[in-house]
């Protein structure tokens, strides 16, 4: 996925309020940029990181800025989560996950479950309809080794049983990890963050979801699926 306009390099001042990043650009001028993700951002908001933002003209937004990628462990980090599915979409059309290949039409946020809506529905006449829930992955712990999540999330251990009940109903469920980065090999649950998700995980595993995970090349041009990843869901 391209990103529309050139992107703008600085280094990041502070994340605060979840929504602001001060960016100081390279004229020493400092910005506030939009932070799209709500999430806890472990390791990648650490003052002093490259940043990459992108800048929109549209008179109505309050923040021109949208802080879209970062620097950190010597490679590119994609900040943005609700990319994710973005990705995944475009990469299912492409044939560049193998194991979501096949089907005749993809639909996004189609209601499900208790009061939920799954990322992304496949559907095919042969076969039956298979339901993908998108995770976005930043964070690396050990080298080579993606960890999922960095903060406690009962809204993923909800959307794993929900997953799990789809499989019970005759259908195929998947949970697919999206890791924004490229130096990434293995995919593993945070059990130390989240006992509860990781339990969940495997148990959903066990029910007959399947656990997927893909790599990312992230660049200041463009984001893009381009490898599948191992998982590791024992403890």
Known sequence: MKFPTDLIEGRLVKRYKRFFADVELADGEVVTAHCANTGAMTGIKTPGLPVWLSRSDNPKRKLKYTWELVEAEGTLIGA???????????AVNAGVISELTGYDSLRREVKYGENSRIDLLLEG??????????KNVHWQRGPGIAEFPDGVTSRGAKHLVELANQVQAGER??????????????LRPAEDIDPVYARTLRDSAAAGVEVLAYACEVSPTAVTIHRPMRVELSQ
């Open 125 to 134: 006449n042969d076969r039956p309809p298979c339901w993908v829930e998108v």
């Open 173 to 186: 469920a998947v949970q697919l990890f999206i890791v924004q980065r490229s130096d990434c090999d293995v």
């Open 80 to 90: 943005l989560p609700n990319l994710a599915n973005s990705l995944a979409e475009e």
